[in-house]
């Protein structure tokens, strides 16, 4: 038996070295070089290297462009969280609960934008507000809206709020499956109890459906947060380039306007460092208010 437990262990050591490996070079080298370069004046290019303490660091919080880039990721992180969850919500109650016919085929047109890349949605949306061709404008002007036609990622003011609509567009999908699976595994002898006891849909929503989700609705949640904070800049340097006038720059298009762009590789590992705390404290923050017992059922 003893030995039994021996082997089991051994083999159990075995299957995880393999992952810790790729754990500890795709996730802690990254972790502890970008904390490392961050003490470093550094060109990312050059093998000079000249170690300047905690002046990068000192630079960041007199960086006026800073405290912008954090507003627009919260901004953005604010408005995808409410824009893809109520939607997401929205067409899994739809698609479990009203036993459309066509459901699978929604599923389908839903998840699409998921497995394309966040590149394609970039430029496609890029066409799309086009102030000559796109298809918003045109849409403005075939309803008699010209006056409401601009440039849409061209204007200071609306180039940001601009982005919101394909980063929602391209989440919906994914986070509609998760709640769906969560509805699906809802027993019907609570909604037909609750019918009994004469509860409206509405009720029924409220009482039933959403604490019955509620861990569905925080993974989504965090997830939407993390890959926010972490993964917008792709979108903005798609779309804008951070422009027009730094009205669009996130954390991370920031770091890599500076690391890569301006050769500035520890001031762009810098700000990394501050990603990563912020991003840490968001998540223990929503941690903690979103923290409620588990629902049996």
Not at 187 to 207: L, N, P, T
């Amino acid at each position: 038996m003893v030995q039994s437990k021996k082997q089991k262990y051994w083999f159990l050591a075995f299957c995880l070295v393999p992952t810790f490996i790729m754990f500890a070079i795709f996730t802690l080298y990254p972790l502890f070089s970008g904390l490392y370069y961050s003490f470093f004046d550094w060109s990312g290019s050059s093998s000079n290297k000249e170690f300047i303490g905690f002046e990068n660091y000192i630079k960041l919080f007199n960086d006026a462009i800073i405290p912008d880039t954090i507003v627009h990721d919260y901004f953005l992180v604010a408005t995808k969280v409410i824009g893809i969850m109520v939607l997401a919500m929205f067409f899994a109650v739809a698609l479990t609960q009203l036993k459309i016919k066509e459901a699978p085929f929604y599923r389908i047109v839903f998840f699409f934008p998921n497995i394309m890349s966040v590149v394609v949605i970039g430029i496609l949306w890029t066409f799309i507000y086009n102030p000559s061709l796109g298809l918003v404008n045109s849409g403005l002007e075939f309803l008699g809206l010209e006056e409401w036609a601009k440039p849409w990622i061209g204007d200071e003011k609306w180039a940001l709020p601009s982005l919101v609509l394909p980063a929602v567009w391209a989440g919906i999908g994914l986070f509609m499956l998760m709640l769906m699976g969560g509805i699906a595994n809802i027993s019907e002898s609570y909604y037909e109890a609750a019918k009994i006891d004469g509860a409206s849909e509405w009720q029924q929503f409220w009482r039933i459906t959403l604490p019955l989700v509620w861990p569905q609705i925080k993974v989504s949640i965090l997830y939407i947060v993390i890959t926010t904070l972490n993964g917008s800049f792709i979108l903005v340097q798609v779309m804008t380039g951070g422009g027009p006038n730094n009205s669009t720059h996130v954390m991370g298009s920031y770091l890599y306007q500076q690391a890569f762009r301006q050769y500035n590789f520890g001031y762009g590992a810098t700000i990394g460092v501050m990603i990563l705390i912020l991003s840490l404290i968001t998540v223990l923050v929503l941690q903690f208010l979103m923290r409620r017992e588990k629902v049996e059922y």
